[in-house]
């Protein structure tokens, strides 16, 4: 069996389950679904068809990963990035599922491996991008045993979507090829337009759909105008930033810029500072984007400045602090972009300055459209945001609306509510920011012994995953470790009590950190 899903894990998950629930706690040891994600699984198992809108963080992941265990055959994902794949089958490989990938990075004779293996119907979970299927890799998948087709990041096939794919246009027809058999469809960004798109361009029928709140309450989200502040003094963006980053030591961050230019003197800027920062921008080659993004997903570095082009391609779940350096293009963009924070969710901050030259600065990226229709819309999408920021107002309230939800005001979630702006969270002096607080927001919340303890726990679970060169958060998420400092687990029925720690996990890691926290 190809090493990409041979595994340490326990011999009994390779077993089907006939019940969500049992698997739901026997693999990834939760003992209640999420909102959605149980009326998801039983759609696709009962063979409908089914689109999920649901928020970055919210579990998609899950709809499609436990019916993997319930249905004979293999549970094929249409994803839109390499590194992203990589992330996920390392992740269900330490949950004990058979899971692989096939790309343009894997070695021919690999790849014949995973193709054998696919054929034989060992591969519960076989991860694909959308370009795959353009060639004879279609055909030979069609006369596979495939149980479920997911396409993830959906809205990537409309070009009402913001981030529409060709490629994605390609998968029409894949249902039928296939057998018939049923789509799931999964998307944190959605208007109704989108949707609609989505589903007649994959052929669905009579779908199911579940829609989530796109409330997150764990992100705190202030939304500063660039030039003079309510004091009347001119803010400097990057004292700002400076000081956001002063308040999550040693915890990890995204600082998104319009340009590659700002991109290359905001990461330089940070490094000056002492920041353990780098780029990341479409400009650079292959190998180092994937250098960057790989030290950024294993805590080597803190901070990632980037493009959109870094839009999707993080699975992180404990990233702290998302920046807009510059206004986002679309209420969609930025909402997917401020997804990355607090998928754990564990609280999170998020800033985002803007002004009305952003406007002006996306207008040179209009001339590449060539439907005056699209052109149209895409500009009013970035006034509808610009807009959104400068009115005031909760900001929570206010994003919710533009994807057809109504919430009351949030409270105590955004800088409106809150009567907090970004000069609170941080304080300028001599042009150096200062921090307000201690230890990271991980742990802030914790009392002082307990966040000590978790601090320890980190330090494991990096030795852990840097002895199998995985991201941190495979391993266990920061949740997972808080929810250890709490409890302070001294067996391992006590540890398995812990949200999050399965029988596989528990077997692969839990020596060590019942180690660690018999020490006190």
């Not at 060709?166 to 959605?190: F, M, N, Q, S």
């Not at 400097?236 to 956001?244: A, Q």
């Not at 780029?279 to 959109?308: C, I």
């Not at 945001?385 to 979630?413: K, N, V, Y």
Request: a neutral charge; one cysteine or more.
């Amino acid at each position: 069996m190809p090493d990409s899903f041979a595994s340490h894990a326990p011999l009994f998950h390779s077993a089907k389950f006939s019940d969500p629930q049992q698997a739901l706690e026997a693999i990834f040891g939760y003992r209640e679904f999420r909102p959605g994600q149980r009326r998801i699984i039983d759609a696709v198992v009962s063979g409908r068809d089914c689109i999920g809108v649901m928020p970055t963080g919210a579990g998609k992941s899950l709809t499609f990963q436990l019916p993997a265990k319930l249905l004979e055959g293999t549970v094929l994902v249409i994803s839109p990035l390499i590194s992203l794949m990589k992330d996920q089958v390392d992740a269900l490989v330490r949950l004990g599922f058979r899971a692989t990938m096939v790309n343009s990075t894997i070695p021919f004779e690999e790849k014949r491996e995973r193709l054998a293996a696919l054929r034989r119907g060992e591969i519960e979970l076989l991860y694909l991008a959308p370009e795959a299927l353009e060639g004879s890799l279609r055909g030979l998948i069609a006369g596979c045993n495939v149980s479920l087709v997911v396409v993830d990041e959906a809205h990537c096939i409309s070009q009402w979507g913001h981030d529409f794919r060709p490629a994605y246009r390609k998968l029409r027809g894949l249902k039928e090829e296939l057998g018939d058999i049923p789509v799931l469809a999964l998307t944190a960004t959605a208007t109704r337009r989108v949707a609609g798109d989505i589903i007649r361009q994959l052929g669905m029928r009579k779908p199911d759909g579940f829609k989530g709140s796109f409330y997150r309450s764990n992100l705190h989200i202030t939304a500063v105008r660039k030039g003079k502040g309510e004091d009347g003094k001119q803010r400097n963006v990057r004292d700002d930033i400076m000081g956001l980053l002063r308040r999550h030591p040693g915890e990890s961050a995204i600082v998104y810029c319009m340009s590659r230019r700002s991109v290359e003197q905001t990461a330089t800027w940070l490094q000056t500072q002492g920041v353990k920062a780098v780029p990341y921008h479409a400009g650079l080659s292959d190998e180092l984007r994937e250098r960057h993004q790989n030290a950024f997903a294993r805590d080597e570095v803190d901070v990632v400045v980037a493009t959109v082009a870094f839009g999707m391609g993080i699975d992180k779940s404990n990233v702290r602090l998302v920046v807009h350096r510059d206004m986002p293009k679309s209420v969609e963009a930025w909402y997917q972009e401020i997804g990355r924070a607090g998928r754990d969710g564990l609280p999170s901050d998020v800033v985002v300055f803007y002004s009305y030259a952003d406007v002006i600065g996306y207008d040179s990226f209009l001339e590449g459209i060539e439907d005056e229709a699209l052109r149209d819309e895409t500009r009013r999408k970035t006034l509808d945001l610009f807009r959104m920021f400068d009115r005031g107002g909760c900001r929570h309230q206010a994003a919710c609306a533009s994807f057809d939800e109504t919430i009351p005001p949030c409270g105590a979630s955004c800088d409106t509510c809150r009567g907090i702006g970004v000069g609170d969270l941080v304080v300028a002096g001599r042009g150096r920011a200062v921090v307000k607080t201690g230890r990271g927001s991980a742990a802030s919340s914790l009392g002082e012994a307990d966040g000590e303890l978790f601090e320890r726990l980190r330090v494991v679970r990096r030795r852990l995953a840097d002895a199998e060169s995985v991201p941190a958060y495979i391993v266990f998420s920061d949740a997972v470790l808080r929810e250890m400092a709490v409890r302070r687990p001294s067996s391992e029925n006590e540890l398995l009590d812990v949200p999050g720690i399965g029988p596989a996990k528990m077997q692969r890691y839990g020596a060590e950190f019942l180690a660690e926290l018999s020490k006190g």
